[in-house]
Nanobody
């Protein structure tokens, strides 16, 4: 059974940075496309970024340049560095593991973690 556990969320002031981590177990991590998603209060969950097993990243266009996704296959972990944070980045951030890099916006694919809360104060 695949399990994903996110960590690293917290409260940060606008302009600050955070690094989120996702540890996966029960899967062959090197085959997984790892993704980060977020859900703000009252809004739908949205795709933030993904990284393929080969290390090729992709980002939601509105977020590229501020966020950086990476993976550490030796530790079965995927990370998301959040920079220049804004109050509108406040959300629960979720990790996802799937076997395809296609259709990252689809939420019905792969396995999910429980999420980690990021709160950005103004």
């Amino acid at each position: 059974q695949v399990q994903l556990v996110e960590s690293g969320g917290g409260l940060v002031r606008a302009g600050g940075s955070l690094t989120l981590s996702c540890e996966i177990s029960g899967s062959i991590f090197s085959f997984d496309v790892m993704g980060w998603y977020r859900q703000a209060p009252g809004k739908k969950r949205e795709w933030v970024a993904s990284i393929t097993p080969d290390g090729v990243p992709s980002y939601a266009p509105s977020l590229e340049g501020r966020f950086l996704i990476s993976r550490d296959d030796a530790k079965n972990m995927a990370n998301l560095q959040l920079n220049a944070l804004k109050p509108e980045d406040t959300a629960i951030y979720y990790c996802n593991a799937r076997r395809t890099a296609s259709w990252p916006e689809r939420l019905d694919i792969g396995s999910w973690g429980q999420g980690t809360q990021v709160t950005v104060s103004s």
